[in-house]
Nanobody, 115 residues
Framework: QVQLVESGGGLVQPGGSLRLSCVVS????????MGWYRQAPGKQRDLVAT???????NYADSVKGRFTISRDNAKNAVYLQMNSLKPEDTAVYYC?????????WGNGTLVTVSS
């Protein structure tokens, strides 16, 4: 079955960096667009970034210039490099794949930006 497992979250000071990873299984990873979303406490889940199978990327305005999404098809993994982190980036970050008409999510990884 489809599985997505995120890692790399943690506590970081404002201005710091983190790199999130998502390893997937259960589908042909290289054929699908992958996405990162985030959900802050009491708020809806929002799109952060996507990367197509061809490597084209798209970012939410709030993270442009600070976050970079990438993928390694050999490792069935998608990454989110987050730089210049702000307190408002605090959220649970989720990996997403839309496969066979269904949207699949990981369990999420918590990122807390605080001094």
């Amino acid at each position: 079955q489809v599985q997505l497992v995120e890692s790399g979250g943690g506590l970081v000071q404002p201005g710091g960096s983190l790199r999130l990873s998502c390893v997937v299984s259960g589908f042909i990873f290289r054929l699908y667009t992958m996405g990162w979303y985030r959900q802050a406490p009491g708020k809806q889940r929002d799109l952060v970034a996507t990367i197509t199978r061809g490597g084209s990327t798209n970012y939410a305005d709030s993270v442009k210039g600070r976050f970079t999404i990438s993928r390694d098809n050999a490792k069935n993994a998608v990454y989110l490099q987050m730089n210049s982190l702000k307190p408002e980036d605090t959220a649970v970050y989720y990996c997403n794949a839309f496969v066979g008409g269904m949207s699949y999510w990981g369990n999420g990884t918590l990122v807390t930006v605080s001094s």
